[in-house]
């Protein structure tokens, strides 16, 4: 058998993963749908951790209002297209990383199926519904695992999907709320997404390498006006999607 | 007496300060639904269809198990916290 070899970087993820499961890190696919507060500090977490290949989708031009929770975005990108500001902080963190950087939004793009092929665990960080449940009927179609992280304000829910075996998004809201009709109705503080991107990211790398984890059919919720956390049953149904 | 959690859009809307509300005298969903229309005028429209179900865009648990959405005659007896949780997408 060939002798594993665990870079410096990683070391202290040993006792977590053992060298096979860094190996098997490396070896993982995921994809990221939006990288802005919530799925920038997926993406940060998931490099660092060892995830080998990433397919980011992030549509759009850095804004000033960005900069108080998009972990990839500075000053100077103000103006720069998303993606561009993203890569240049991605390739620093780790340049061996495989990322395919898409300047679309996931309803921009016309062949998604292709381009998830292969993927191991889907990031659902959209702030519009209609690409939540784009995402969510993709990953039902292609029998992949979703984690979905989302916030208003203070309050926030992480949960995960198995195709077939959990509850699926459209279970759990089968409608979104009607006031969120785009991308600018939601009150952020950094904390929130950023919380929110490390659990999803946790429970990302626990799918990947024991194709299970903790917010299987289950939802973290938070809200940080009182520190109040829980985890919460999602409906037990039969998936019909 | 159950404590309930309403969401943040909601808390905005019907000016409900942070934390959990202490709501006397309900034993079922419908009537602690009841009770928050009294506190604050409107928001029965924001938790429950013209029918009575639950909105489909808000999930209610009770101790962190939801409730089927026609199921608003459920008991919240012994019931400690009442979750009220909207559909959310910040990202």
């Known amino acids: ?241 | 007496m159950p404590n309930v959690k309403v969401a943040t859009r909601l808390r905005e809307i019907y000016e409900i300060p942070p934390g959990a509300l202490s709501i006397n005298d309900a034993d079922t969903v419908d009537s602690v639904v009841a009770a928050l229309e009294d506190k604050f005028p409107g928001i029965k429209g924001d938790l429950l269809v013209d029918d009575g179900a639950v909105r489909p865009d808000v999930v209610i648990y009770l101790d962190g198990q939801p409730i089927e959405p026609t199921n608003t005659s459920a008991s919240v007896t012994g019931v400690g916290t009442i979750r009220i949780i909207q559909a959310m997408a910040g990202g």
């Open chain 1, 1 to 241: 058998m060939d002798q594993i070899v665990t870079e410096e970087r990683y070391v202290r993820q040993i006792p977590i993963m053992g060298e096979t499961g860094i190996q098997r890190l490396k070896q993982s696919k995921v994809f990221v749908g939006r990288c802005g507060g919530v799925g920038g500090t997926v993406v940060n977490y998931l490099i660092r951790s060892g995830v080998g290949n990433l397919i980011c989708a992030h549509g759009g031009k850095i804004v000033p209002e960005y900069l108080n929770r998009m972990q990839l975005a500075y000053e100077g990108d103000v103006g720069k297209p998303c993606i561009d500001a993203f890569r240049d902080k991605t390739e620093k963190i780790n340049p061996a990383t495989e990322i395919e950087y898409i300047g679309k939004n996931i309803t921009e793009i016309d062949n998604l199926d292709e381009v998830l092929d292969g993927v191991d665990v889907l990031i659902d960080a959209h702030p519009l519904f209609e690409e939540r449940y784009e995402l969510n009927d993709t990953a039902l179609r292609l029998n992949v695992p979703m984690v979905s992280g989302a916030m208003y304000g203070d309050e926030g829910y992480v949960f995960s999907i198995l195709p077939k075996k959990t509850a699926c998004l459209r279970c759990l809201y089968p409608e979104r709320p009607k006031f969120w009709t785009n991308i600018k109705v939601f009150p952020a503080l950094g904390m929130g997404p950023g919380i929110i991107g490390c659990s999803m990211a946790r429970e990302a790398i626990e799918l990947l390498l024991k194709n299970e984890s903790p917010l299987l059919g289950r939802m973290l919720h938070f809200d940080l006006t009182d520190m109040d956390f829980s985890v919460l049953e999602m409906p037990q149904v039969d998936c019909p999607h």
